[in-house]
Structure formats: structure tokens, C-alpha cells
């Protein structure tokens, strides 16, 4: 079983020589090699050419969902296989102030620059590595109110919202962009789609807004599941991050961060 990389190309905060906006993309390296979302803009070529990678030579692009802050970088690609869910390029705005915040392409200008995969079911990509797909949202304390509407005005609960299991010898790594369908949601998923039970690492955006009954019950999930590591980042509040270190103490992320397991 190959060692897996994480790379952190963008997070919200910036390491000590990486730039940092507010977007997540990670490069999943194991038996095969995946970009994780691409931040919000071509930041993330700056950042690769200050850790000597080369984004060409990634064939594989995943999108968690069609949020802008995770599929602006897409511009720097042209090319590459995309997987992601359909409904990652529905129209959408925020409630609060009728933004939008969806993918800049459409479906079909997406489709003239990739080797565009849509999927609502999970996906095997490597033997370590499984795109997870839509997220079945059973948890009673998860993905019950949303701060998004769709075009027609209804609410956008954000089904696209999706992540990547990987497959290690310390067990399983789930990696979430923002788990706008609840961490321990995807999590469970996760264990599901690969039949692995012991869970290692879960790490990404948990969009956990405040240290409140939601981020409790998270981290009561969490330990119940006896999952040895959780690293909240990005969309996940500092309140949140602080009740989270409590049960699960971690090192924060920041752009240029690596981690190697196995």
C-alpha cells in the first residue's frame, strides 16, 4: 500500500512562504495522484511553483462542490479528467444578499476543456483512492438548514457536496471541502463505500460555524466512532476549531502544510 501526501496548496491561512485566500485545495498523493478542489482563483499556481510542483502533471481533478471558492482555479487547468457531482453547476446565491457563489462555467464549457465525469454514485479511482459521491444525510443534528437558495428561489442544501476516502495502513483518511452535508454524514459514508471501519484521519472544511450543539454532538460523533485524528480547516470557525482541539488536539492548517501517512 503506497504512503499517502497530502499537500495543502491553499487553506485560509497562509504558511510561512505559501499565499493563503479564503478557498481549500489539496494535492492527494497515494497510488495515484488527485487534486482536491482548486481554491478560488490561480493562487494555487503560485503556491505550486513555491513547493516545485507542477500542476500539468496532474491528471485527475476532483471538485467537493460547485462553490466558487473551491472552483476558481479551474481556469489554470485544460484538459484533465474532472470528476464531480451533476448539481455542481446549478445557479446559486447566497439568502443573505442574493450573491451568487456558484462555478463561474457552465456545464457545457466545462465539458469542452475536460474529460468532465458527473456522478451522484461513488467512484473508485485508484485502489486507495474513492470519490465519494452524494452523501445520504441521516445524522439528526446535520445539514438541516442552509444559508443558500437555488435560481428558482428554493433552498440549495448543497447535494453536490461531496469528499475523498483514501485507503491507508493506519486505516481510513476522509477529506472533505466544506461538508455542507455534515462531516460525520460523509464520514460514515465513507466507511460504507470502502467497508473499512477504523477511520484514521478526517480533515477538510467541516462548515461548523460556532462552538454550538452541532459542533458538540460532531465531536461527540467523532470519539464514539474512535477516529484517532480530526483537523478541521477552512470553512470550520475558530470557536468551532477551539472546542474541536479539546478532544482532538492538531496542528492548524496552513497553505504549504504537508502531511504523509503511512
Request: aromatic residues 8%; glycine residues 8%; negative net charge.
Amino acid at each position: 500500500m503506497q504512503k499517502l501526501k497530502i499537500t495543502v496548496l491553499n487553506d485560509n491561512t497562509a504558511g510561512r512562504w505559501c499565499r493563503a485566500e479564503h478557498g481549500l485545495s489539496y494535492m492527494i498523493e497515494a497510488d495515484f495522484t488527485v487534486l482536491f478542489d482548486t481554491s478560488s482563483s490561480d493562487l494555487i499556481a503560485y503556491n505550486a511553483k513555491i513547493l516545485n510542483i507542477d500542476l500539468q502533471q496532474i491528471g485527475t481533478i476532483v471538485l467537493s462542490h460547485g462553490h466558487d471558492d473551491h472552483t476558481g482555479g479551474l481556469s489554470l487547468f485544460e484538459g484533465q479528467q474532472l470528476v464531480c457531482h451533476p448539481d455542481t453547476f446549478l445557479k446559486r446565491t447566497r439568502k443573505s444578499n442574493g450573491t451568487e457563489l456558484g462555478i463561474k462555467w457552465s456545464e457545457d464549457e466545462i465539458r469542452s476543456e475536460f474529460d468532465l465525469v458527473l456522478s451522484r454514485d461513488p467512484i473508485q479511482l485508484s485502489g486507495q483512492i474513492y470519490f465519494l459521491g452524494e452523501i445520504p444525510r441521516l445524522t439528526e443534528f446535520e445539514s438541516k438548514t442552509t444559508a443558500f437558495e437555488k435560481a428558482d428561489g428554493t433552498d440549495d442544501f448543497v447535494l453536490d457536496d461531496s469528499g475523498l476516502a483514501i485507503v491507508t495502513s493506519k486505516g481510513l483518511v476522509v477529506i472533505s471541502g466544506c461538508a455542507h452535508s455534515g462531516i460525520c454524514n460523509m464520514t460514515a459514508h465513507a466507511m460504507k463505500v470502502t467497508g473499512i471501519e477504523k477511520v484514521y484521519l478526517v480533515i477538510g472544511g467541516f462548515h461548523l460555524q460556532s462552538d454550538d450543539a452541532t459542533t458538540q454532538k460532531t465531536i461527540d460523533w467523532m470519539k464514539s466512532m474512535q477516529v484517532e485524528q480530526v483537523i478541521p480547516s477552512h470553512c470550520t470557525s475558530f470557536s468551532a476549531q477551539a472546542a474541536i482541539s479539546k478532544s482532538f488536539r492538531f496542528v492548524p492548517v496552513k497553505s504549504g502544510n504537508t502531511i504523509e501517512i503511512g
